[in-house]
């Protein structure tokens, strides 16, 4: 899944002084991620053994006699073009999508749901540097670094990234950057790198306005946004009135003691854009009923309106939780600054997203006769594990030969 796209990567380090190729490099980068050890530093400490040197040497192709210094590794990330390690990890998820791996996944058994959401990378007291966003707060200005991601998410809580966009000042500008203006220049790379990939966007409310919802018709997007009644308030009354002229567009379901009501709505209107609406009341007993409410760009009807609620809109929270939250409080230290270079800072989130990436196929995957969580405790103590493993067991080069040119399919637990 990696080889080639490694192989791909430009180097710009003085060729006559290189010992570490550019893909040993990421492999390590990519393992200190996947192992969790929470600082560069660290990968000294915890792979220098005859096992994880031969292990990295294994998975790299290489020949080298000791651990790249991270030092090493800062020097190569520093140089490198976020954009092209950010193709390595579109490659990766170019290869599950050919595969048909996530074929059962999708949402009316055509389309894949990617949710979009923006979070925090870094914060700083001091400017970092001329990209810096800036916020007052108390009375002191605090800079800070924010990503737009793009994840394809899953019932079963896969969040696989599929697209980055960094939000960040430019030189000069008068007006900061922000989410929504980074989701505008990301829209057309992702449907550039996907052209003809059928898919789901799962948005929140701040995207519910005309702008959006022109560019995602323009791209060949369908859509589902949460919708609140702030967002467009004539169209949010118009649902409230007309739903009572269609009394048959209900639905009642219970699931064990959890009661959800569902009412849908087709053709409403905003600034001559149609789009439709769907609503879901879920009533908990001992907690008061929660109203979930999204605009669609999909017909619902009777058939399908739990499927849109249950595996599309609630699913968008994939990417909170199962995909920063894990990544933020979950030890890969997301916010952690690994590096002070905005160009190396960009990389190593980029190398969190391909570590995650590869960590969930190994523990959604039916690998395993029962959940990580359940035989290893936490999905923390079974990255512990893998390290444990690799630093003490040399994975010999004809297993690895063997495990790399099988036909094998991933297969995912879909519970």
């Not at 791996?101 to 923006?118: P, Q, V």
């Not at 791209?219 to 589902?224: A, K, N, Q, T």
Request: charge should be positive.
């Amino acid at each position: 899944m990696l080889g080639k796209s490694l192989d791909a990567l430009p180097d710009f380090r003085n060729s006559e002084l290189r010992v570490y190729p550019a893909r040993h490099l990421v492999w390590a980068g990519i393992l200190l991620f996947l192992f969790r050890l929470g600082a560069r530093r660290r990968l000294r400490f915890d792979l220098s053994s005859p096992a994880g040197i031969a292990n990295l040497n294994r998975l790299a192709g290489t020949d080298l006699e000791a651990i790249p210094h991270p030092d090493t590794l800062l020097y190569l990330l520093r140089r490198l073009p976020p954009d092209d390690l950010g193709l390595v990890r579109s490659e990766m998820m170019e290869t599950l999508l050919r595969s048909r791996a996530l074929e059962s996944f999708r949402l009316r058994g055509r389309l894949y749901t990617i949710a979009a959401d923006g979070t925090g990378m870094l914060v700083f007291h001091e400017r970092h540097c001329e990209h810096c966003l800036t916020q007052e707060h108390h009375g002191r200005t605090i800079y800070y670094h924010n990503v737009l991601e793009m994840k394809l998410v899953t019932p079963n809580g896969l969040a696989l990234s599929i697209a980055t966009e960094f939000i960040e000042n430019t030189d000069g500008a008068t007006k900061q950057d922000c989410e929504l203006a980074a989701f505008y220049r990301l829209i057309p790379k992702l449907r550039k790198r996907f052209p003809m990939l059928p898919i789901c966007l799962l948005l929140d409310g701040l995207y519910l306005n005309q702008n959006v919802l022109s560019l995602l018709a323009k791209h060949r997007l369908d859509y589902i946004i949460t919708f609140k009644e702030g967002s467009l308030p004539t169209a949010y009354s118009e649902f409230q009135a007309l739903h009572q002229l269609t009394p048959n567009q209900t639905l009642h379901r219970q699931t064990g003691a959890v009661e959800q009501a569902f009412r849908w709505l087709n053709g409403l209107v905003h600034e001559a854009i149609p789009f439709n609406a769907f609503e879901c009341v879920e009533t908990v007993p001992g907690k008061k009923p929660t109203t979930f409410f999204w605009a669609t760009s999909l017909t619902v009807t009777e058939k399908n309106v739990v499927e849109l609620s249950q595996n599309g809109g609630r699913c968008r929270w994939k990417i909170e939780n199962e995909g920063f939250n894990t990544q933020k409080n979950g030890g890969y230290n997301l916010t952690h600054a690994y590096s002070e270079n905005e160009t190396a800072a960009k990389n190593f989130y980029l190398l969190l997203q391909i570590a995650h990436l590869l960590a969930q196929l190994v523990e959604k995957s039916r690998l395993f006769p029962r959940p990580v969580a359940v035989l290893f405790g936490s999905s923390r103590a079974f990255a512990r594990r893998l390290l444990e493993a690799f630093r003490n067991v040399a994975l010999t080069a004809e297993r690895l030969h063997d495990i790399l040119t099988a036909g094998y399919q991933v297969r995912f637990d879909t519970s």
